[in-house]
C-alpha cells in the first residue's frame, strides 16, 4: 500500500502518472503546500490522476512549512505550478492528509509506504501527532537533500529539505524504520531531454499532449536558469525505485538537516561513522548514490507509453535518446 506524498509541481505530476499506470499499489495522494500552495497543487495532483485515468482520493494537507516562511517555486514550476495551464478538474481534494495517514497505517501496520516528493511538512506533522503509528510505516521513501553535490535552492540546499528544513529535521529525528533518501546526487542524471520530449509529442494523443505542455515551462527555466537543455525530473526516480528495486543503490547513513543559518536546509550526510561516533550519530536512513538513468528511462517510458515501446526502443537504438 503506497501514498505519494505530493507538491504538484510539474516532476511530481509526472511522478504521479507513472505511479498511476504501474502495478504499485497507490491507495491515495496527500498533498502539501511546495512547489506551489496546497489548494492548487490539490488540483494539479486530480488532474494527474485524471490524466492516468485512476480515481484515487488526494487529501490536502499543510499549508505551510512548521516555522519557517513558505516560499514556493512558481519561478520554476509556472503560476500555477503547471506551465501555467490552469487545467480545470471534475472532482475536489479532501481535507486531512495527516489523520488519513495515520488511520491508514493504524488499519495496516508494517504494511504502509510513503514515497515522500516535497517539502516534508505532513509527515512532520503525523510524527509530531502520532510517533509510534509512524514508526508502523513499512517504509518511507524521500525524494529530497543532497549529500555530495551542490544544492538547487543554494550552493548546499535541495527544495524541498530548504523549504521546511525543521520538518526534514523532525523526520529523520524520528528513527523511522526503512528511510531512504534520493536526492539530487541522483536526480540530477534523470534529464527529459529535448528529444525525448519531442518524442512524446510525437507520440500524439492527450496524454502526450500534457506531458509535453506541463513541461514547457520547466524546460524554459532550465535553460534560462543554467544553460541546461531539456529538464530533471526528480520526482518520478522514487516511483521508479518502487517499481525496480534495481535503479538505485542506497548507502547506510545519518541524516541530519540545517535549520538555520548560511546552510540552512543543508542536509548534513555521514557514510562510514567509526563506531565510536555510532551513539551520536545513528544509522537513520539510506542515501541513494548510485542510479541507473537508462533502467529509469525504459520504465517510464514503457509505463506510461506501453502503447508506444517500439518507437522509445527504436530511439534508442538509433541513439536520439540516452
Ligand atoms: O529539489 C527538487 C524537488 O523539489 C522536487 O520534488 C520538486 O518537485 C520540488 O518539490
Ligand atoms: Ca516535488
Known amino acids: 500500500?503506497?501514498?505519494?506524498?505530493?507538491?504538484?509541481?510539474?516532476?511530481?505530476?509526472?511522478?504521479?502518472?507513472?505511479?498511476?499506470?504501474?502495478?504499485?499499489?497507490?491507495?491515495?495522494?496527500?498533498?502539501?503546500?511546495?512547489?506551489?500552495?496546497?489548494?492548487?497543487?490539490?488540483?494539479n495532483a486530480i488532474k494527474a490522476c485524471e490524466m492516468a485515468k485512476k480515481d484515487i482520493p488526494v487529501y490536502k494537507g499543510a499549508t505551510k512549512p512548521?516555522?519557517?516562511?513558505?516560499?514556493?517555486?512558481?519561478?520554476?514550476?509556472?503560476?500555477?505550478?503547471?506551465?501555467?495551464?490552469?487545467?480545470?478538474?471534475?472532482?475536489?481534494?479532501?481535507?486531512?492528509?495527516?489523520?488519513?495517514?495515520?488511520?491508514?497505517?493504524?488499519?495496516?501496520p508494517y504494511q504502509v509506504t510513503i514515497v515522500a516528493m516535497g517539502p516534508l511538512t505532513n509527515v512532520a506533522l503525523a510524527i509530531q501527532k502520532d510517533l509510534e503509528t509512524m514508526k508502523q510505516l513499512k517504509e518511507l521513501v524521500i525524494m529530497g537533500g543532497a549529500a555530495k553535490i551542490h544544492g538547487n535552492c543554494s550552493p548546499v540546499a535541495e527544495y524541498n529539505f530548504w523549504v521546511d528544513p525543521d520538518a526534514a529535521k523532525q523526520v529523520f529525528e524520528a528513527n523511522l524504520p526503512n528511510v531512504t533518501v534520493a536526492g539530487l546526487d541522483v536526480t540530477y542524471d534523470i534529464l527529459f531531454s529535448p528529444n525525448m520530449r519531442e518524442m512524446v509529442r510525437q507520440f500524439g494523443g492527450e496524454l502526450a499532449e500534457y506531458v509535453h505542455n506541463i513541461t514547457q515551462f520547466y524546460v524554459d527555466f532550465h535553460w534560462a536558469q543554467e544553460r541546461t537543455l531539456g529538464c530533471i525530473i526528480n520526482d518520478p526516480l522514487l516511483v521508479a525505485y518502487m517499481i525496480d528495486r534495481s535503479v538505485l543503490e542506497a548507502f547506510d547513513c545519518h541524516i541530519d538537516v540545517e535549520t538555520s543559518g548560511i546552510c540552512i536546509g543543508e542536509s548534513v550526510v555521514a557514510f562510514d561513522i567509526p563506531e565510536a561516533y555510532l551513539p551520536l550519530y545513528p544509522y537513520n536512513a539510506k542515501m541513494c548514490m548510485k542510479v541507473d538513468k537508462t533502467k529509469f528511462f525504459d520504465i517510464f517510458f514503457e509505463t506510461i507509453f506501453p502503447e508506444h515501446i517500439e518507437d522509445y526502443r527504436l530511439m534508442k537504438k538509433r541513439g536520439y535518446i540516452l
Open 1 to 43: 500500500m503506497i501514498i505519494l506524498d505530493v507538491d504538484p509541481g510539474i516532476d511530481d505530476s509526472l511522478a504521479i502518472v507513472l505511479a498511476l499506470k504501474s502495478k504499485l499499489d497507490v491507495i491515495a495522494l496527500t498533498v502539501s503546500s511546495g512547489n506551489i500552495e496546497v489548494n492548487q497543487g490539490s488540483i
Open 66 to 108: 512548521l516555522f519557517k516562511e513558505y516560499v514556493d517555486s512558481q519561478d520554476t514550476h509556472g503560476s500555477d505550478g503547471l506551465s501555467g495551464m490552469y487545467y480545470k478538474v471534475k472532482k475536489e481534494a479532501m481535507d486531512g492528509a495527516i489523520d488519513f495517514i495515520l488511520e491508514t497505517i493504524k488499519a495496516n
